[in-house]
């Protein structure tokens, strides 16, 4: 229900009770807002292709947003360098929560380490919710010899430079996975970007013309339950539900720590009333045991964070990436 404030218009109101009045007026107008958002459809913008595990994941979360809302929650992805292309585009967008972000954390928090952004991850985006978290798969091609990471760190110190893993860029979260095992295990490997993602990889590593590469489940599924790929260990330090006979790659290599996320966010400058409402909303849908099934199915585990404890992981996550970067001394290009 909407209020509204008439003063009718021959009545002169003291100095402090007319500045009474705009108070009490601005109070009552308050909620209004926040029942007002969403009166057209919303956008969630990512920058990956159709098909990716930020598309795999946003969808069934934009239909239960659709449905809870009364409005449509369409999903758009603009591919392109990394994800930045959209970032870039969301943070340039209007604060009205009608333009939102999906996105995976890399290209949020170790990206722009690596690439000159006409924006700033921190202050230029609202972090609103965490989707989703997950461990990436490190798959290898049959014909490499390893059945876990140690096995690998073995063939590597043998013969260094012999093993070759794809990645969907420099700088992405999967390059740096690599980069991370090479720094950890003290060996060298050969890292071969991709300028178009994982499904430009993936031809080449089921070939073998790429021995290895680390991917999200949703994408290696169906390759690992074929055969045609190797699973031989999980980024996080606890086995995945997914795949529960493969070992955290933690095990063999102790200290290897890595976990990815995907999270909705939008411009600055959205009304706090809105990043809550949509918090809350999404952690409902974070909450359904249909969805928990269907996002576990591909590998993804379903945190429930406030927006404040989404924006300390966003900061967590930004300076993690930016030591490892420096430590391999990568640069900005």
């Given amino acids: 229900m909407t209020f509204a404030l008439r003063i009718h218009p021959t009545v002169r109101l003291p100095l402090r009770h007319a500045t009474l009045a705009c108070l009490l007026a601005s109070t009552v107008a308050g909620p209004a807002h926040a029942q007002a958002w969403p009166a057209k459809p919303v956008r969630l913008i990512h920058g990956f292709a159709p098909g990716s595990a930020i598309d795999v994941s946003i969808r ?41 972000l999906a ?29 989703t978290a997950f461990s990436f798969v490190l798959v290898a091609h049959p014909s490499v010899p390893a059945k876990t990471a140690r096995d690998l760190v073995a063939i590597a110190k043998a013969k260094p430079g012999i093993l070759t893993y794809g990645s969907t860029g420099v700088g992405s979260g ?71 006979d493969v070992p955290p790659i933690n095990d063999s290599v102790p200290g290897y720590d890595l976990v990815g996320w995907h999270g909705v966010l939008g411009p600055a400058g959205v009304p706090r009333d809105v990043v809550e409402r949509m918090n809350a ?53």
């Fill in 60 to 100: 069934p979360l934009a239909a239960q947003l659709a449905s809870e809302f009364g409005q449509g929650f369409s999903v758009e992805p603009r591919p392109g360098a990394t994800g930045q292309l959209a970032n870039e585009f969301v943070s340039k967008s209007a604060p009205d929560a009608y333009t939102l």
């Fill in 103 to 131: 996105a995976p954390g890399t290209s949020l928090t170790s990206a722009p380490h690596l690439q000159k952004a006409p924006y700033d991850s921190l202050k230029d985006l609202t972090p609103i919710a965490m989707i």
């Fill in 174 to 244: 999967f390059h740096l996975a690599g980069e991370l095992l090479a720094s950890l295990g003290g060996v060298k490997m050969v890292h071969v970007p991709y300028r178009g993602g994982g499904s430009a990889t993936m031809p080449d590593l089921i070939s073998g013309r790429v021995d290895m590469m680390w991917e999200s489940y949703a994408a290696v599924r169906t390759q690992v339950e074929a055969g045609k790929l190797r699973a031989i260990g999980v980024t996080g330090t606890t086995r995945i539900g997914a795949l529960p």
């Fill in 281 to 333: 909303s999404i952690n409902r849908a974070l909450d359904r045991k249909d969805l928990r099934a269907l996002w576990a199915q591909q590998g993804f585990d379903t945190p429930q964070l406030s927006s404040d404890q989404f924006a300390q992981r966003m900061r967590r996550d930004y300076a993690f990436y930016g030591k490892l970067i420096k430590s391999i001394g990568l640069q900005v290009q």
